[in-house]
């Protein structure tokens, strides 16, 4: 099995309720052979109507700060998320749609293999490295589980809304630089 063949398996997925409201799946997108992998919480109305992650507003802040470490979707990182199908009115996902969906995103991290997980907000923090996982307090930290390599950042939506952690996270991605030039071989 590679990521295509995962990617066209998860299309038809009717696992949790939010295939009934879904425009599109938001598998994920980047190299498949990436170091190191973002995962964000969900696809919002932007994600949902174009099928890509984070390519609203919030996705546009992500761009950049990923340019500002020489990093892009199109070179050297893949974006997923921990829910592939829009929550109506973007709620939180619920704890059963969480569950019927992170079997995709094992089997895309078992797939893609990184040696870096970068959080984006408290949902995937939670759910991929600790359910008491507080942002403000852990963020831009690594964490060693079985090999890789997990940190976490405030969510670029949660940034629009308070800028005033902008610099935090410019921060925690020059963290991100160095220890990708520490343990990565092939992303610069
Ligand atoms: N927010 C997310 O968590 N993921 C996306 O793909 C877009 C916005």
């Known amino acids: ?30 190299v498949p052979t990436a170091e190191v992998m973002f995962v964000g919480e969900g696809p919002g109305a932007s994600e949902d109507e174009q099928g ?40 939180d996902p619920l704890p059963e749609e969480s569950a019927a969906c992170m079997p995709w ?15 984006l907000g408290r949902v995937a923090a939670q759910q991929m490295m600790d359910p008491a996982f507080s942002i403000s307090r852990d963020h831009g930290r690594f964490y060693e589980k079985q090999g890789t390599l997990f940190m976490a950042t405030y969510h670029p939506a949660a940034l629009l809304r308070y800028p005033v952690n902008k610099p935090a996270v410019f921060g925690d991605f020059v963290s991100l630089r160095e220890k990708i030039t520490q343990v990565c071989e092939h992303t610069y």
């Open 52 to 91: 890509q992650p984070f390519v609203g507003r919030s996705g546009q802040l992500l761009d950049h700060y990923l340019e500002a470490v020489d990093l892009s979707r199109e070179k050297n990182v893949y974006i997923a998320n921990i829910i592939k199908c829009r929550p109506p009115q973007n709620r």
């Open 105 to 119: 995103l094992r089997q895309q991290f078992q797939l893609i293999r990184p040696k870096i997980v970068v959080c």
């Open 1 to 30: 099995m590679d990521l295509q063949a995962l990617q066209n398996e998860c299309l038809n997925c009717r696992r949790c309720a939010l295939c009934d409201t879904r425009t599109h799946v938001v598998f994920g997108q980047g």
